[in-house]
């Protein structure tokens, strides 16, 4: 069973980096073509792909986030680390982990998700 | 606004048919695999349809997913209450080399 949970503080202020973990368990980020994308969710809005991190440390970010944001792997751990510099309100989101599956067919196609967690960016 | 569109609500009474729409363009839908997710608030949303008409295992086959050109569905047989949720429709953009997805449709049972 895969399962995954994200980690972190739940507010942040203006201008300050935020840091995310995401722990997983049930497969390995050493496994040829499988994945792990971070998604986000602004309060009462649609979901939005941020990044994906690949088995061999390739990695795709969104292009309006390019510049903020970074993934890291332990695959030791089982770990993936979502850093987004210079946060501002309209980052406030509940933000997701998700496993992309070894055969997806799509750099959008995560199963499953983990819970989420809620940051808040305010002073 | 989500690149992809949906409408912002359908609603169905129990053991109907609805139908959610999403349309793109040929950057994204046209030539990329369609996903599509069910969430309810407050829980990790669920892939219910990869490859545009693929199901996990798991999901019902009250669930389908289909795709033309530069637009893709879900359709949903047997309206069961506990469909009632947000679904949300996903695919890759080849123009802005990133995931888009599209607004949502909140899915009412009556």
């Known amino acids: 069973q895969i399962t995954l949970k994200e980690s972190g503080p739940t507010l942040v202020k203006p201008t300050q980096t935020l840091t995310l973990t995401c722990t997983f368990s049930?497969?390995?980020?050493?496994?040829?073509?499988?994945?792990v994308g971070w998604l986000r969710q602004p309060p009462g809005k649609a979901l939005e792909w941020l990044a994906l991190?690949?088995?061999?440390?390739?990695?795709v970010y969104s292009p309006s986030l390019k510049n903020r944001l970074t993934l890291t792997k332990d695959t030791f751990k089982n770990q993936v680390v979502l850093t987004l510099t210079n946060m501002d309100p309209v980052d406030t989101a509940t933000y997701y982990c998700?496993?992309?599956?070894?055969?997806?067919?799509?750099?959008?196609?995560?199963?499953?998700w983990g819970q989420g967690t809620l940051v808040t960016v305010s002073s | 606004q989500s690149i992809l569109t949906q409408p912002p609500s359908a609603s169905g009474t129990p053991g109907q048919r609805v139908t959610i729409s999403c349309s793109g363009s040929?950057?994204?839908?046209?030539?990329?695999?369609v996903n599509w997710y069910q969430h309810l608030p407050g829980t990790a949303p669920k892939l219910l349809i990869f490859?545009?008409?693929q199901r996990p295992s798991g999901v019902p086959d009250r669930f389908s997913g289909s795709k033309s050109g530069t637009s893709a569905s879900l359709a949903i047989s047997g309206l069961q209450s506990e469909d009632e949720a947000d679904y949300y429709c996903?695919?890759?953009?080849?123009?802005?080399?990133?995931?888009?997805f599209g607004g949502g449709t909140k899915l009412t049972v009556l």
């Open positions: 049930g497969f390995s980020l050493s496994t040829s073509g499988v994945g």
């Open positions: 991190i690949y088995w061999d440390d390739d990695k």
């Open positions: 996903a695919a890759w953009d080849d123009s802005l080399n990133g995931g888009v």
């Open positions: 490859r545009n008409n």
């Open positions: 998700a496993h992309r599956r070894q055969n997806s067919g799509s750099l959008v196609e995560f199963d499953p």
């Open positions: 040929s950057s994204n839908i046209e030539n990329n695999n």
